[in-house]
């Protein structure tokens, strides 16, 4: 009986190689994913541990009294540099020279910037990276791809090692898309900013499949692999499936229906998991890289529905108080403009806790038309218990309060404020649910110096990082290198969104730490008697009552505003504005928008050693922003060797 001819043996060389080379570059493409993963990872632990050491080396410096808040005293070299003014010298020092190359480098990866989408900017790092992802897995999938024979393109050694090199990144994608996100535990990263790495990489998966499908119909859709067999029709619905939702995951489109991309998004992903999954399985060796993503991305959800209602009951709880709207299960509703408005939501301690900076997903039904969408917004307040006054004078309330400053632009936002606006006084009480917290913000209290720039309802993200360092700053052991502080905010309508929190900032102003609050009104043109009364800033009256209950009572009496021109305020103002015996006011407002450069260099020009800036607001700031610390003046590696401050920038912008 004759056996059938055995194949050429160049052919199954060629063959061999071909399944080689697949498992070779898939293997490559992971790991240069994972060792890029853990390369930026071991920077943020070395981060970490210089910031614990320095704040170590601070505390011991400093000699404080009792309580923590009188006058501190320096000891050491600093000390001399601070009683010589701080100024730096500007001679240029070779000793400078590493800290200059970190200016250096600083400047050209985070605040050089490409345009990548109308009104939307990105600096260069975050443009490299993907673009650098995108051309090491088009490099692994053509790599080796000419036959032996007539050294011509073979879709058979191209169509499969698409496929493979695609199923390879799934774990990576949905890692980087999930809120529960250890990518960002690891590398210190938001999962906001590592949602940029997450579209870009779906976006060369897409490619990547569409080769595949587009290989494979070279070769011919025959047998096996007919169109209309059960493994061909689950990889065509995946390939379909992917490509929807990433096409629905543009900006045009989210954010003119966020509603529809959240429901969309979810749907399409776990279609694309699924049927990628069947289509896999007959290949026993990559089955390992298709049920991970579905894991990670089942148990994301499970964790997040498993936190909102443990936030619900928790908060129910907190309704117990007897405080009235605001409390358990409702958040208040308050109408500040007529596209702004604050919510307000009262929570038992222990239940939710959160970091100056994080934000949160709130789910609020009577102003949602899919009931499971959730929108995210920045936490306004810090987490600190509130005292006995606001609870109505009962104790032990271990109840925190968040604030919300939400601006009503289109869809959920809109019909929030509108809700807010048919209620009497622009008041009311709606059901919410809340998801969160998440974000990694700054360390800003690692830093001597720190300047916090906003612009109209981006203070919802300084604000709360202004009031921890101060609070850090009153505890009996500092937690922060902060010695000052400016607070900068461009706003074109009222200050009274936030005149409350810094009224109690000024009234416990620690000994040590310097806030200097400068307010700029851009919006309006002249001053009418309706005009300054909207203007003006409270502060707290002194009188003898608990500092506690001062800081954090809804009903303290507010007199004597600071003057909303730009002149210096009379002895009267300066004497019922000092509540820290201090000589000068802590806030000026004034009228205009002054050039954020000459702030900037201004402020960071006696400023020696590290600085941090933090920028939140619309994207013409954080292009002035970045403009300002590129230059020879302020954050350069110029300004580095001349003694001037090595400067962290901090860009927090939700609108990607």
């Known amino acids: 009986m004759s056996s059938a001819p055995a194949a050429p043996p160049l052919q199954l060389h060629a063959r061999a190689t071909a399944r080689l080379h697949t498992h070779t570059y898939t293997h490559y493409a992971v790991y240069i994913v994972v060792a890029l993963i853990g390369v930026v990872a071991l920077w943020h632990l070395v981060e970490r541990a210089l910031a614990f050491a320095a704040l170590r080396r601070a505390r011991r410096r400093y000699r404080l009294p009792p309580g923590g808040t009188g006058e501190v005293r320096e000891k050491g070299a600093d000390a001399d540099r601070e009683a ?156 379909v ?193 809340v998801d969160g917290p998440y974000g990694s913000p700054p360390d800003v209290h690692a830093y001597p110096h720190i300047v916090l720039v906003a612009g109209g309802s981006g203070v919802s993200f300084t604000l709360p990082l202004l009031l921890d360092v101060a609070r850090r700053a009153r505890d009996e052991a500092p937690t922060t290198r902060t010695r000052h502080v400016l607070f900068v905010w461009f706003h074109a309508e009222h200050i009274e969104w936030i005149a409350r929190d810094l009224a109690a900032l000024e009234a416990r102003l620690p000994g040590g730490l310097d806030v200097a609050v400068r307010i700029f009104v851009t919006g309006m043109a002249t001053t009418s008697p309706a005009d300054a009364a909207a203007l003006a800033l409270p502060s707290l009256a002194e009188k003898d009552a608990d500092a506690d209950a001062s800081a954090g009572s809804s009903k303290e009496k507010l007199e004597s505003p600071v003057s909303p021109v730009s002149e210096a305020p009379s002895a009267e103002d300066e004497k019922a504005a000092r509540t820290a015996q201090r000589n000068t006011p802590m806030v000026r407002v004034a009228r205009g928008r002054p050039g954020v450069a000459a702030l900037l260099e201004e402020e960071l020009a006696g400023a020696g050693g590290e600085a941090c800036v933090s920028v939140s607001g619309p994207q013409a700031l954080i292009d002035d922003v970045r403009g300002a610390l590129r230059g020879p003046r302020a954050g350069g590696p110029g300004a580095v060797l001349r003694g001037g401050a090595g400067v962290f920038l901090h860009v927090e912008h939700f609108g990607m």
């Open 241 to 433: 499936a992917l490509t929807l939702a990433t096409l629905l995951g543009a900006k045009q489109l989210r954010d003119r229906a966020y509603d529809v991309f959240v429901v969309g998004h979810v749907v399409l992903v776990l279609v694309f998991l699924l049927a990628g999954y069947f289509h896999v399985r007959v290949f026993p060796g990559y089955k390992p890289y298709m049920w991970p993503p579905l894991l990670i991305w089942g148990l994301d959800r499970a964790l997040r529905v498993a936190r909102v209602f443990r936030l619900r009951f928790l908060a129910a709880r907190a309704a117990s108080s007897g405080a009235g709207a605001g409390t358990g299960t409702d958040a208040t509703l308050e109408v500040l403009s007529p596209d702004t408005l604050r919510v307000t939501l009262r929570t038992r301690g222990g239940g939710l806790t959160w970091r100056a900076g994080q934000s949160v997903y709130l789910i609020a039904p009577a102003a949602a038309r899919n009931p499971l969408a959730a929108h995210p917004f920045t936490i306004a307040s810090v987490d600190a218990a509130l005292p006995s006054s606001a609870l109505g004078g009962t104790e032990g309330g271990e109840e925190r309060e968040l604030h919300f400053i939400v601006r009503a632009r289109l869809g959920f936002t809109r019909r929030l404020h509108a809700l807010a606006a048919r209620a009497p006084g622009g008041v009311c009480a709606t059901s919410v649910y």
């Open 84 to 239: 010589a003014g701080g100024a730096r010298t500007e001679r240029v020092a070779l000793r400078r020279a590493p800290r200059a190359l970190l200016a250096a480098a600083r400047v050209v990866a985070y605040r050089v910037t490409l345009p990548v989408a109308p009104g939307t900017r990105l600096p260069l790092v975050e443009v490299l990276i993907p673009l650098g992802y995108l051309a090491a897995l088009l490099t692994f999938e053509f790599a080796s791809v000419r036959t032996a024979a007539t050294d011509e393109l073979s879709s058979a050694y191209w169509a499969n090692r698409a496929g493979t090199l695609a199923v390879s990144q799934l774990t990576f994608i949905v890692a980087l898309a999930g809120k529960n996100n250890i990518v960002s535990a690891l590398t210190g990263i938001g999962y906001e900013k590592l949602n940029i790495l997450h579209r870009a990489a779906s976006r060369t998966i897409v490619l990547l499949i569409w080769v595949h499908l587009w290989g494979w119909w070279k070769i011919g859709l025959t047998d096996e692999i007919a169109p209309n067999t059960w493994f061909t029709e689950v990889g065509i619905v995946g390939a």
